[in-house]
């Protein structure tokens, strides 16, 4: 149940981060949760975040976008 959970949560960040909302099951459950949370899910939250973390990458090699 706690790998449901994870899918559940790292789905919503991908899908909040591509910024193509094709689902409004799935645009809503990014509300739910980042009314609850309190946070934006696209962006990198501070290192003392308890609740939920999320830590954008970006790669630093040439010709990685």
Do not use: H
Request: proline share 3%.
């Amino acid at each position: 149940q706690m790998i449901q959970l994870a899918d559940l949560l790292i789905g919503a960040v991908g899908y909040k981060s591509r910024g193509v909302y094709t689902s409004d099951t799935k645009k809503e459950l990014v509300d739910v949760l980042e009314n609850r949370l309190l946070i934006d899910i696209s962006q990198t939250t501070l290192m003392n975040f308890t609740k939920f973390s999320v830590l954008r990458w970006t790669p630093s090699m040439p010709g990685c976008k």
